[in-house]
């Protein structure tokens, strides 16, 4: 297994202990990192796969075994209605796995790995658009915000946006293992959920304009808040 310089506290073990939360369960970066080992056989020969993307174990154990097989992983929208899986599928040569193959049959050849991730776009005005995005390139983003943010392994990152974006997945979770700090993922980004983060010791929050104006609106989840958001970072994507 080429294991990159992604991801690199997480494949160091620097911080065996810390957790990655989420709404089905709770891994240790130790159980994370032996799990995606153990399912590293079954990406062999394959260039890219494709998984739905939700906060679970095996969505999250299926991207770090991927990324460090060096193998492309394309994030599926759980929610992406049957014509546009097929157009996502078929353009980028992905093979379905997870609980993404027991809904599709891929198929065609293999591909050649096209960088750590290919991201689809929305496909508003037309087709989704697949922008592959390198494993250095990510590396020197990570890098960059943390020390823009003073990022370290001592943060509590907590959010609750999509998986198959750059914000959630890239910054959100992968930036979490990858500086080796622990990831809160709320499964949804409401107020409450937020404000019981905050409670519980979160640092690091990420969440688009949208959410922040739920936040602020919410009255009581607010007022839980404010006793310790003047501690804590919260960021903001357009």
Same mark, same amino acid.
């Given at each position: 297994?080429?294991?990159?310089?992604?991801?690199?506290?997480?494949?160091?073990?620097?911080?065996?202990?810390?957790?990655?939360?989420?709404?089905?369960? %709770?891994?240790?970066? *130790?159980?994370?990192?032996?799990?995606?080992?153990?399912?590293?056989?079954?990406?062999?020969?394959?260039? /890219?796969?494709?998984?739905?993307?939700?906060?679970?174990?095996?969505?999250?154990?299926?991207?770090?075994?991927?990324?460090?097989?060096?193998?492309?992983?394309?994030?599926?929208?759980?929610?992406?209605?049957?014509?546009?899986?097929?157009?996502?599928?078929?353009?980028?040569?992905?093979?379905?796995?997870?609980?993404?193959?027991?809904?599709?049959?891929?198929?065609?050849?293999?591909?050649?790995?096209?960088?750590?991730?290919?991201?689809?776009?929305?496909?508003?005005?037309?087709?989704?658009?697949?922008?592959?995005?390198?494993?250095?390139?990510?590396?020197?983003?990570?890098?960059?915000?943390?020390?823009?943010?003073?990022? %370290? *392994?001592?943060?509590?990152?907590?959010?609750? =946006?999509?998986?198959?974006?750059?914000?959630?997945?890239? =910054?959100?979770?992968?930036?979490?293992?990858?500086?080796?700090?622990?990831?809160?993922?709320?499964?949804?980004?409401?107020? *409450?959920?937020?404000?019981?983060?905050?409670?519980?010791?979160?640092?690091?929050?990420?969440?688009?304009? %949208?959410?922040?104006?739920?936040?602020?609106?919410?009255?009581?989840?607010? /007022?839980?808040?404010?006793?310790?958001?003047?501690?804590?970072?919260?960021?903001?994507?357009?």
């Amino acid at each position: 297994m080429a294991e990159t310089t992604l991801l690199r506290s997480l494949v160091g073990g620097a911080h065996p202990g810390a957790r990655v939360v989420l709404p089905d369960g %709770t891994l240790t970066h *130790a159980d994370l990192l032996a799990a995606a080992r153990a399912l590293a056989p079954a990406f062999a020969g394959q260039g /890219r796969v494709a998984a739905l993307a939700q906060p679970t174990r095996d969505f999250v154990t299926t991207l770090v075994s991927a990324t460090l097989d060096e193998v492309t992983l394309v994030p599926v929208p759980d929610d992406l209605g049957d014509r546009e899986l097929d157009h996502i599928l078929g353009d980028s040569g992905a093979v379905a796995v997870g609980a993404l193959a027991d809904r599709v049959r891929s198929t065609g050849a293999p591909l050649e790995s096209a960088g750590a991730l290919m991201l689809y776009t929305s496909g508003t005005t037309g087709a989704p658009k697949g922008v592959p995005i390198s494993a250095a390139g990510i590396v020197s983003c990570l890098d960059g915000l943390a020390d823009a943010w003073s990022w %370290t *392994a001592d943060d509590v990152l907590v959010h609750g =946006l999509p998986l198959n974006h750059v914000h959630g997945l890239v =910054l959100g979770l992968l930036g979490a293992l990858h500086h080796g700090c622990d990831p809160i993922h709320t499964g949804r980004p409401t107020p *409450a959920a937020y404000a019981a983060s905050a409670a519980a010791g979160g640092t690091l929050f990420f969440g688009v304009p %949208t959410v922040w104006g739920r936040v602020a609106a919410d009255e009581e989840s607010a /007022r839980g808040q404010c006793g310790v958001l003047h501690r804590r970072r919260m960021v903001r994507h357009r």
